[in-house]
């Protein structure tokens, strides 16, 4: 196991992803993951859901805090934690 010098990617650019899973009965989950050292706002844009063939919007759920959202068309904005945060809808 390499293990890496301290700096040595403190030049790499900071990542955020968002990740895309289609379920039975034609939900989609999509999960949120911020690698930058600090809190970061990211999104969900309508090209993100049109890519899920969801033309319409989508109808948010916030998997580990339980609680529903509503219907969105419009590009849904988050706070996610850094340091591999992430956030599940």
Same mark, same amino acid.
């Given at each position: $196991? #390499? %293990?890496? #010098? /301290?700096?040595?990617?403190?030049?790499?650019?900071?990542? =955020? =992803? +968002?990740?895309?899973?289609? +379920?039975? &009965?034609?939900?989609? /989950?999509?999960?949120?993951?911020?690698? /930058?050292?600090? !809190?970061? =706002?990211?999104?969900?844009?309508? @090209?993100? +859901?049109? /890519?899920? &063939?969801?033309?319409?919007? !989508?109808?948010?759920?916030? %998997?580990?805090?339980?609680?529903? +959202? *509503?219907?969105? @068309?419009?590009?849904?904005? $988050? =706070? $996610? !934690?850094?340091? *591999?945060?992430?956030?599940?809808?």
């Amino acid at each position: $196991v #390499e %293990v890496a #010098e /301290a700096g040595k990617y403190d030049q790499l650019p900071h990542c =955020q =992803q +968002l990740w895309a899973k289609p +379920l039975l &009965g034609g939900d989609w /989950a999509a999960l949120l993951v911020n690698w /930058a050292p600090t !809190a970061t =706002q990211m999104s969900i844009q309508p @090209s993100n +859901l049109r /890519a899920m &063939g969801l033309t319409t919007g !989508a109808d948010y759920r916030d %998997v580990w805090r339980k609680e529903e +959202l *509503g219907i969105r @068309s419009d590009t849904f904005y $988050v =706070q $996610v !934690a850094g340091d *591999g945060g992430s956030e599940m809808y």
